[in-house]
């Protein structure tokens, strides 16, 4: 078993770019990061469940998201 993570090196030009961000641009990626993964969860779930309709795909959508909600406000901030 290995004793360090194996992850990916920090990309500082990234943080650096972050950081030059207008709140509003800071928003507006956190947005588009979500409608990324709101798309790819729903994708998911078209491919899981291809019989249903576009309604009740959603709502299947809105619990997979509730329950990662709940799942998420179980943990306590570490700062």
């Known amino acids: ?3 360090e993570l ?3 090196p920090i990309d500082l030009e990234r ?3 972050l950081a030059k ?3 509003g641009g800071r928003i507006r990626l956190m947005l588009n990061a979500r409608e990324l993964a709101v798309g790819l969860i729903r994708g ?3 491919r899981r469940y ?3 309709d576009p309604a ?3 709502l299947k959508l809105l619990e997979e998201l509730e329950r990662a909600q709940e799942t998420r406000s179980g ?3 570490v700062l």
């Open 1 to 3: 078993m290995p004793t």
């Open 50 to 52: 291809p019989d249903l």
């Open 56 to 58: 009740a795909l959603n």
């Open 44 to 46: 998911r779930l078209r």
């Open 75 to 77: 943990f306590e901030s």
């Open 21 to 23: 961000l207008t709140p």
């Open 15 to 17: 943080i650096h770019m």
């Open 6 to 8: 194996d992850l990916d």
